[in-house]
Structure formats: C-alpha cells, structure tokens
C-alpha cells in the first residue's frame, strides 16, 4: 500500500474512531442522567418511565444517591440534572447552580402502626427530636422511650425537617439512615420509633400523624396549611445548557402535561 492510501486509511481510521468515541460518550444526546434525592425516587421515575414512552431511543436514569451527593454530581459534570428535596444554599448557588421549583412534598411523621399517637404539634415534634421529650406517655401514647429515626447530614429530606422544626444540629438521632426506605422500614420495625420520609415515599407499613391537627395531603400541601413541607428541585449547570435530551426532559417535567404524572406518585407540582 502507497503512502497516500495508508494517509487516507489512517484518516478514515481516525474519523471512524472519533465517530465512535463520541457516540459512546453520547454527548447527552440519546441518555438522560439524573442523580440525588432519594424522596423524589417515586415522582422521578414515575416522570422518567412515562418519558421514555414517549422518545424512543432515548435512555433515562437515576442515581439515588441524596441531595447533597446529587448536587455535587451536577456541579461535576457526572450528570446532566441533580434531584434535590431542598432549596439550594447560596454558597452552591454562588458555585454557578440553577434551582427550578419542579413539585412540593409534605415530610410525613411516622410511627409503627401500633403507636396509639395520631397527632403531634409541630412544638411536640421538636421537643421530641431534641430530647425534651423522651417518653411517648408524654404525648398520649403508652409508656415507652422514643427512638429518634433521622436522615444523614447532607439529605435534602433532614434539612427540610430540621429548618422547619427549628432543631437544626440539636436533633438527638438514634439512628442516621442514609435513604427515605431504610427510615420507613426501621420505623415499621419499632412499636417506638418516630421518623420523617416524603409523603410521596410512604408506605402501608407506617402510620403517619397529623401535625397540629392538619393531615399531611395533597390538598394540604397545596393550600400550605399543612406546616411541614419541602419542595422538589431540578438542579442544573447555570452557565452550561443542556444537552437535547436533558433539556426535552426538563421541559416535559415542568409541564401541564407532567402534573397529574406528579400527583400520582403523591406530590403537587409546582407548575
């Protein structure tokens, strides 16, 4: 083989391997890669499972990993939306991360279905989470110390409860799960334990009280007079858009057509 024909093989070469480099890295052309909030499982996958039944071809993931972890990725580059189930601190803000508002979600209280309590004050939740309050006969219920079931620092879900509750860094955690499903498991395995998970999250297997006689709902969550609630944040790159994909999902997430998908998995969008 001449020297003009190897050039031009290798010059194929090349242009073949770069072709096929880039359509493996996928430039977020055909995959949409999200990555945090372990609350917003439900209404992500519902959203995700209903996006890809509409864009054939296209992939979509998420990565449960926490707010805190899935803002981190986003900030990264490791993914192309981070899911958060708080508001985003000014310092990560500042780092050049944009918010959008895509649904709000009441933070249930949760007991083992046996716990006789049904409502606690937003004053009794905090008295109870900081140790003031040790013993369930102290709020109606039957003679028992209370375990205290928490989040790990870092999740969206524990800053949400603890920002509204006033008991930031005083809570006297038991046990600091690392998923809204481990909380709820471990307090159904504990006639008395008490934890937060999304309402969105909540299973049969535990019994959620009122807060200061309001129900945590759909409807109550909407109207605001249910106290203890959060919102469900998309996190993205401010100065960096997104790639076809990601942004067709974006969309679709933020419209009319994705509320009732949201109020089936028991949040309330925020669009």
């Not at 519902?46 to 054939?56: D, H, P, R």
């Not at 690392?178 to 999304?198: K, L, M």
């Not at 997104?242 to 309330?268: H, T």
Request: proline share 3%; aromatic share 6%.
């Amino acid at each position: 083989m001449n020297s003009v024909k190897k050039a031009a093989v290798f010059a194929l070469t090349a242009a073949l391997a770069a072709a096929c480099f880039a359509g493996c890295a996928g430039g977020g052309t055909s995959a949409v890669a999200t990555d945090g909030s372990t609350s917003m499982e439900k209404v992500i996958g519902t959203l995700g499972e209903a996006f890809e039944q509409e864009n054939s071809g296209v992939t979509f993931t998420y990565n449960p990993t926490g707010s805190g972890s899935g803002i981190k990725a986003v900030r990264e580059g490791r993914c192309d939306i981070g899911l958060s189930s708080r508001a985003l601190k000014e310092e990560e803000i500042a780092s050049g991360l944009t918010e959008t508002a895509l649904a709000y979600d009441g933070i249930a209280i949760i007991v083992h279905p046996d716990n006789p309590v049904f409502d606690l004050s937003l004053e009794e939740i905090a008295d109870i989470y900081t140790g003031k309050i040790t013993n369930w006969s102290d709020v109606g219920g039957t003679d028992g110390e209370i375990v205290l079931i928490g989040r790990e620092a870092g999740s969206g879900t524990r800053d949400g409860f603890e920002a509204i509750t006033g008991t930031a860094e005083a809570c006297k955690y038991r046990q600091e799960l690392t998923s809204t499903g481990d909380v709820i498991t471990t307090v159904s395995g504990n006639p008395n334990a008490i934890g937060y998970a999304s309402l969105a999250s909540v299973k049969d297997s535990v019994k959620v009280l009122s807060v200061s006689g309001v129900a945590p709902t759909q409807d109550s969550v909407k109207d605001g007079s249910y106290a203890v609630q959060r919102p469900f944040m998309l996190i993205t790159k401010t100065d960096t858009a997104l790639s076809p994909a990601a942004k067709k999902f974006f969309d679709f997430a933020l419209s009319q057509d994705a509320a009732p998908l949201i109020a089936s998995a028991g949040a309330v969008s925020a669009n």
